[in-house]
């Protein structure tokens, strides 16, 4: 088919152009002398985005489930006990994972539409007087539902009560894309992956640890090889690493940290407020729901969208693809044949999403579902028509 698949779906993201070419490249020597002229920096300036000045970041080949792994196993022993909540696949995953380690995991199911239950968090950890929770796992944005958590909160609810567990969080699909403060909001360690928010190709981890994580890998028993933060710290420290880096990935990180503080991030966090508005605005004007139970819970970087009963959204899905070029997200386990999703994060701009409204809008139709043609797509224009002002664009950010 001519043309561009047009890539909708909440990571991996578009690559831009710019990124592209930044990864495009030569195999390097990793063990070169001037190598970390390269690395020592790139590590400095990611840390800006995590808006972190005391934390360490750490770059493993793998993706957002190895940086749950590594952020696991570095910092606890079997049978410590974590806090977590379960309320979408991600969630549900990392609960998984803690588990499969030898985690003892009080996970606390909420419905899917819904974030993290800050008050029962909050009760938890008051019962928990003996300290026995070592940490406390938040998925800030859950991609397969499209709902946001307040991290904060939760910082807020283990220092009401001066509990010592640490604050873990999976900012997958939300760093560097919807505001994330590893420093204000005292998190301990912050996992993210090369392909969403950061919109390179998949294979890294980023892995943002506080100084309180990194004391705790001290006494921290559970197995760990690969993922070791102490090879990493050890050679990281003169710009090196303990094994082959993904170097054509390291290049293009160091592109894409550029592009997200040129542009800044709060232009970043602004923008994907503004796509992610648009898209609302066009499920509203289609008379379809989202996901997200309350705009208390609405994501800036996915929505995940319910089709009518007596719809199948996998088939919403399949036809996109087919007939438009156009890839949406599909409803997982729980919400399979239930919702589709839009992914509005990393390199995209109005135009870009207002393609995504009209294929979405044609399928919609297509499909059976009695949306009135044009009304997503003029939603979006006058929303993002009317607030277009002050902003830098990303075109202007690229250069
Ligand atoms: C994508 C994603 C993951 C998993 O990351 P992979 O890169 O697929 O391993 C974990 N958590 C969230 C919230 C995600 O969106």
Request: charged share 20%.
């Amino acid at each position: 088919m001519p043309g561009y698949n047009h890539l909708f779906i909440p990571g991996p993201t578009n690559v831009p152009d710019s990124l592209r070419r930044a990864v495009d490249l030569p195999m390097e020597d990793m063990r070169a002398p001037d190598f970390p002229e390269f690395t020592l920096p790139l590590f400095e300036d990611l840390k800006k985005v995590f808006q972190t000045e005391t934390g360490q970041v750490f770059l493993f080949p793998g993706s957002g489930t190895g940086g749950w792994e590594a952020a696991i196993t570095n910092t606890l022993s079997p049978g410590d006990k974590v806090l977590a909540s379960r309320f979408g696949q991600f969630s549900n995953l990392w609960v998984d994972l803690c588990q499969r380690h030898g985690l003892e995991v009080e996970a606390i199911d909420v419905p899917w539409g819904e974030g993290v239950p800050v008050t029962r968090y909050a009760e938890a950890l008051a019962a928990d007087t003996e300290h026995r929770i070592k940490a406390v796992l938040v998925c800030h944005n859950e991609t397969a539902t499209g709902v946001t958590s307040d991290v904060a909160a939760v910082r807020a609810a283990l220092d009401s009560v001066g509990h010592p567990a640490m604050l873990y969080v999976d900012g997958v699909s939300s760093i560097a894309s919807i505001d994330f403060r590893m420093d204000e909001w005292g998190v301990d360690v912050a996992v993210s992956g090369s392909q969403k928010g950061f919109m390179l190709p998949t294979g890294l981890a980023i892995v943002c640890v506080s100084q309180k994580a990194l004391e705790a890998r001290k006494s921290a028993k559970l197995n760990r090889c690969y993922f070791d933060f102490e090879d990493m710290i050890r050679t990281n420290a003169s710009g090196y690493f303990p094994y082959t880096p993904a170097t054509t990935l390291l290049r293009g990180l160091r592109a894409s940290v550029d592009y997200l503080l040129g542009e800044g991030l709060d232009n970043v966090f602004a923008r994907h407020h503004r796509m992610a508005e648009g898209v609302r605005q066009a499920v509203n004007a289609w008379g379809l729901k989202l996901c997200a139970a309350t705009p208390h819970w609405y994501s800036d970087t996915v929505s995940a969208i319910y089709v009518p009963e007596g719809i199948d959204s996998a088939a919403v899905v399949r036809h996109a693809y087919y007939r438009y070029n156009l890839s949406l997200g599909a409803g997982l386990t729980k919400v399979a044949g239930k919702v589709f999703r839009i992914g509005h994060l990393g390199a995209i701009n109005e135009v870009m999403v207002l393609s995504a409204l009209a294929g979405t809008e044609m399928v919609l139709r297509d499909v059976g579902i009695p949306v009135e043609a044009g009304s997503g797509v003029a939603a979006a224009q006058e929303h993002f028509r009317a607030t277009a002002t002050g902003e830098q664009s990303i075109a202007a950010a690229a250069q």
